[in-house]
């Protein structure tokens, strides 16, 4: 089967997510940062009145930071029923990608991981296409909800403070 995906660059490997879960691509590297977060979390970003929490994907797979470069894009996509910011090294386009049949064989060694969801083929490379529901641990996409949450409470609570003039 054949689907579209942005395909993306996080620490020399090709990744992939489906075009229907990304919502914008965006420059950008400044993020409000979030105390008590795990380090792969950068901070959030405000899109369209949200809060949307940045993860360094490099960070969170590979654990290294990805560099800030004039590449560097912040994909938003849909995440458990709101939105989740990936900080990526570059995108390499928008294309229609085939499946391969990878997956059997690294189940068979015990080596697929959660967050892998199909491995597809691009020119000659293998990308993943990544299951970003499995990408975080349970007590991880809690934190990450909670966070996001109490900060949007916070912005509201400013917006709703009357102000007075003397």
């Not at 800030?68 to 912040?74: E, L, N, R, S």
């Not at 900080?87 to 064989?105: D, H, K, W």
């Not at 691009?122 to 299951?131: E, G, H, M, P, T």
């Not at 529901?133 to 934190?143: A, C, K, W």
């Amino acid at each position: 089967m054949v689907e579209q995906y942005v395909v993306f660059k996080s620490h020399d490997q090709f990744f992939a997510l489906p075009v229907l879960l990304v919502t914008r691509v965006v420059e950008t590297d400044q993020f409000i940062s979030l105390p008590d977060v795990p380090d792969f979390v950068l901070g959030v970003f405000e899109y369209q009145k949200h809060m949307i929490p940045i993860i360094d994907l490099r960070r969170k797979l590979f654990a290294e930071f990805t560099p800030t470069t004039d590449a560097t894009k912040v994909i938003l996509c849909d995440w458990q029923g709101q939105h989740l910011g990936l900080f990526i090294e570059n995108i390499v386009g928008i294309n229609y990608l085939e499946e391969t049949n990878y997956e059997e064989e690294l189940s068979q060694a015990d080596l697929k991981r959660g967050y892998i969801g199909k491995f597809l083929k691009f020119k000659d490379q293998v990308v993943i296409s990544l299951k970003l529901d499995y990408l975080f641990d349970n007590n991880q996409s809690q934190s990450l909800s909670d966070s996001v949450a109490k900060l949007e409470k916070v912005e509201e609570d400013a917006d709703d403070t009357p102000t007075t003039t003397d």
